[in-house]
Nanobody, 122 residues
Framework: QVQLVESGGGLVQAGGSLRLSCAAS????????MGWFRQAPGKEREFVAA????????YYADSVKGRFTISRDNAKNTVYLQMNSLKPEDTAVYYC???????????????WGQGTQVTVSS
């Protein structure tokens, strides 16, 4: 397993941008697929974006496609989520996840961080 720590959340106005970071411990980071999920109050945790171990494949929820970009820097053991054109409905706690298989993360398995709050005001 890897240890994950998210950062970069905050309060932003609608239309603004934020960049989330997730720092991972361990020497096998480059062998893990990484993902971002979010959970709004009273709602279930939902998939946002995922990236393969190499960074060569990325996947997005329809609700964020074209606005969010996931990327990774294996030399820094870090995955990022660039969020542009933010909307109030993007308000949630954002979690970073890691596993060798994206399917495992989609089933809410694997390793998880503690989350970072993103609040978008209208």
């Amino acid at each position: 397993q890897v240890q994950l720590v998210e950062s970069g959340g905050g309060l932003v106005q609608a239309g603004g941008s934020l960049r989330l970071s997730c720092a991972a411990s361990g020497r096998t980071f480059s062998s893990y697929a990484m993902g971002w999920f979010r959970q709004a109050p009273g709602k279930e945790r939902e998939f946002v974006a995922a990236i393969s171990w190499s960074g060569g494949s990325t996947y997005y929820a329809d609700s964020v496609k074209g606005r969010f970009t996931i990327s990774r820097d294996n030399a820094k053991n870090t995955v990022y989520l660039q969020m542009n054109s933010l909307k109030p409905e993007d308000t949630a706690v954002y979690y970073c996840a890691a596993d060798r298989r994206i399917a495992t993360m989609l089933n809410l398995g694997g390793s998880w961080g503690q989350g970072t709050q993103v609040t978008v005001s209208s």
